[in-house]
């Protein structure tokens, strides 16, 4: 079990810049494929990014590649969405979660796919 908490979110405007952190305690000695998920009201829980244990391999879904970038600092035990070129489609509640793993190099984008998350980050992009 690892615990995460994210940080970073808030008010920009469309165009702006955030750097979404999530912070993970308890078994992080082991290996970890950590994702960020995104949910607006009314919505379901969406696949934003995800990254493989070493941070050797990345996956974004279509609608942000080329604006968000996930990163890993294992020393930190932290991982990170930067968030550029932000549109007001990009507003909703941003969920850091984990999924345990003795492999590296793969990534997943599936809710199910991941057992351990945070309690998730306001994101709200004005226009």
């Known amino acids: 079990q690892v615990q995460l908490v994210e940080s970073g979110g808030g008010l920009v405007q469309s165009g702006g810049s955030l750097r979404l952190s999530c912070a993970a305690s308890g078994r992080t000695f082991r290996l970890y494929v950590m994702g960020w998920f995104r949910q607006a009201p009314g919505n379901e829980r969406h696949f934003v990014a995800s990254?493989?244990?070493?941070?050797?391999?990345?996956d974004y879904t279509d609608s942000v590649k080329g604006r968000f970038a996930i990163s890993s600092d294992n020393a930190k035990n932290t991982v990170y969405l930067q968030m550029n070129s932000l549109k007001p489609e990009d507003t909703a509640v941003y969920y850091c979660?984990?999924?345990?793993?003795?492999?590296?190099?793969?990534?997943?984008?599936?809710?199910?796919?991941?057992?351990?998350w945070g309690q998730g980050t306001q994101v709200t992009v004005s226009s």
């Open positions: 990254i493989s244990a070493s941070g050797s391999v990345t």
């Open positions: 979660a984990a999924r345990p793993t003795y492999y590296d190099g793969r990534t997943y984008r599936d809710v199910g796919d991941y057992r351990d």
